[in-house]
């Protein structure tokens, strides 16, 4: 009895102890689900809060800003519809449609009836090309409202690329690249960011020769699609053709930062470094007037890429022009010639050709050359100045020339000039004539070369001389204000003492 007495006391205290736990349990639990309500209420107002602030800067134009607002909406509340559909408006806006796509379709997954999210997310799919894709999504919403105008047309659309498509394929199969390029131009229209139609297109351009129009095509590739190696070695290679090596080295750059290790870029790339170093240091050697370095430089040029025709035109050219500059007339012409036959339209050419021409006394031919030149590039001030100043050398030439007087070249120096002049002085000093008649023509003879060499000497006159002018020319001396005297001792070997003073009045 007494065990069983103490066994129920025990059993007592056991349910006492029970009760206390299950109270306080029970307390715990009410003060728990009061925190977490509270917890909630506070992180939903966190989340209205943001999304608020994301619609907010959306409709300011402060699209990264907003962005941040809506990653933080999601991440607070990952099972909402609408706060991914306006993240998606976001990426849109910022011209991220691949960003976009995920959104819409999670947030057509949480609301599969969700028109406008499946309206959006099939322009996006129509954009990139993906009609079969598209056409469902459209076909979705008909489903739900037959009457959806927007549906409707984009599903039209849908089925007019897909036709354009197929018959831009065919053409292209029989050749018929243009008839291809007009399809194609429909089916850009309405899928911009459909990377194979841009492809397609670029290959028919580059079959009609139509180089930059294939590169204006294969840009956008580079974007449109991931990890785009073999777009970017195209276009470099594109570019290297027509003669854009600065460009092509830039492309070809781009491929290797997507792998190093590629083997075709990389190939491409050593060939485009070489010649670029060498075409940048022949122009900077240019730039210096180290000319016979420059033509090195460019012949070089021509043995590093000796198949591209362009790049052996333009070396051509610059060497024409170093020719002319460093004054090797002769052989300026000849490599000027041939440069102008490999460029016909080239105005530079035409314009160093004629510098030469004036050097080699043919004012004519430069005067020709420069013409031509004017027709092919009108807004030039070089070549109309030039154009001036062998017109005037020409109209010269027919009157009194300097040079010819002495028989020097255009380019010869002071000691050239007065060696000249004195072993012309000499022959036609008047001392060496006994007739008058011979001595009158000895005089004038005399006048002439003591003239010329006083002109040719002074560098200011001779520089009108070079400019077209003749300093001792009446007609330039009118309105000056004054009147020029040429004192000539023409007795520069002690023979004789003939002393003439003229006044060109």
């Known amino acids: 009895l007494r065990k069983a007495a103490l066994w129920g006391a025990s059993m007592d205290r056991d ?23 509270g917890l909630s209420a506070a992180n939903h107002a966190e989340i209205e809060g943001h999304l608020e602030m994301g619609r907010k800067l959306l409709a300011a134009g402060q699209l990264a800003e907003a962005l941040t607002h809506y990653h933080a909406a999601v991440d607070g509340d990952p099972n909402n519809y609408l706060t991914y559909y306006k993240r998606a408006a976001v990426y849109l806006a910022m011209g991220k449609f691949r960003s976009a796509l995920p959104d819409l379709s999670r947030a057509i997954q949480l609301k599969p009836d969700f028109l406008a999210a499946r309206l959006q997310r099939g322009n996006i799919l129509l954009k990139q090309g993906d009609v079969q894709e598209a056409r469902q999504d459209f076909l979705s919403v008909l489903q739900s409202s037959p009457n959806n105008e927007e549906a409707q047309s984009q599903l039209e659309r849908v089925q007019e690329v897909e036709r354009n498509v197929g018959g831009a394929s065919e053409a292209y199969e029989r050749r018929d690249y243009y008839g291809a390029i007009a399809l194609l131009e429909k089916v850009i229209e309405f899928s911009p960011w459909d990377p194979s139609a841009r492809e397609l297109r670029a290959e028919c351009y580059l079959q009609v020769g139509e180089l930059s129009n294939a590169v204006q095509d294969l840009k956008p590739t580079t974007k449109l ?36 290790d590629d083997k075709e870029c990389f190939s491409h790339y050593k060939q ?53 500059k460093s004054q090797r007339t002769e052989e300026a012409i000849l490599v000027c010639t041939e440069a102008h036959q490999r460029d016909p339209q080239n105005p530079l050419i035409l314009r160093d050709r004629a510098e030469a021409y004036i050097l080699n006394e043919e004012y004519e031919k430069a005067v020709e050359d420069l013409l031509q030149a004017k027709e092919l590039d009108g807004e030039s001030e070089e070549i109309k100045e030039g154009l001036e100043r062998a017109q005037k050398l020409l109209k010269q030439s027919k009157k009194r020339d300097y040079y010819k007087i002495l028989g020097v070249k255009r380019n010869a120096n002071k000691q050239e000039v007065i060696k000249a002049y004195r072993k012309l002085a000499q022959q036609w000093h008047p001392d060496n004539f006994q007739s008058e008649e011979e001595k009158k023509e000895a005089e004038k003879k005399f006048i002439d070369i003591a003239a010329a060499k006083e002109v040719l000497t002074d560098p200011e006159m001779r520089q009108k001389v070079d400019a077209g002018e003749d300093p001792l020319d009446p007609e330039n001396q009118q309105g000056s204000g004054h009147h020029q005297q040429w004192p000539f001792e023409f007795n520069p070997f002690g023979s004789g003492n003939y002393q003439f003073k003229f006044n060109y009045h």
């Open 15 to 37: 349910k006492r102890r029970l009760s206390g736990v299950l109270s306080s349990l029970s307390l715990f639990c009410v003060i728990l689900d009061l925190q977490l309500h």
């Open 272 to 324: 485009v470094k070489k010649l670029s170093r060498q075409l940048e240091m022949a122009e900077e050697l240019i730039r210096e007037q180290r000319y016979e370095d420059a033509i090195e430089k460019f012949e070089a040029s021509v043995k590093t890429e000796p198949r591209v025709e362009v790049y052996s035109t333009r070396a051509k050219e610059r060497i024409c022009h170093c020719l002319s």
């Open 225 to 260: 699609r991931n990890d785009n190696r073999a777009a970017f070695l195209k276009l470099s290679k594109l570019y290297y053709s027509m003669g854009e090596h600065g460009e092509s080295l830039s492309q070809v750059r781009e491929c290797l930062k997507l792998d190093q």
